[in-house]
């Protein structure tokens, strides 16, 4: 895939979950409340990333930024597993 590509990707997910972040988002459930959380700080790390990525030299500090999305997608994951609230 090339990197045209993975940009137009980044940006329509961005373009999708903007409505979350904007709010106002009112959620129930603690589990929805740390979810709502989470697709916040993601989407301002996605946006750094499509910042960054605009540059060749970034590369690092874009790993650095995925894998904390990475980490928080096993959060979520293992808060399913144990039991969401």
């Known amino acids: 895939m090339k990197i045209t590509e993975l940009r ?3 940006n329509e997910d961005m373009n999708i979950t903007a409505e979350l972040v904007r709010g106002p ?4 459930t603690v589990f929805q409340k740390v979810l709502e ?3 916040r700080k993601g989407y301002y790390t996605m946006y750094s990333i499509a910042t960054l990525s605009q540059e060749d030299f970034n590369s690092d500090s874009i790993l650095d930024l995925s894998r904390s999305l990475l980490e928080s997608m096993i959060s979520i994951e293992f808060m399913k597993l144990k039991g969401k609230e």
């Open 37 to 39: 959380r989470v697709v």
């Open 25 to 28: 988002n009112i959620r129930m």
């Open 8 to 10: 137009k990707i980044t």
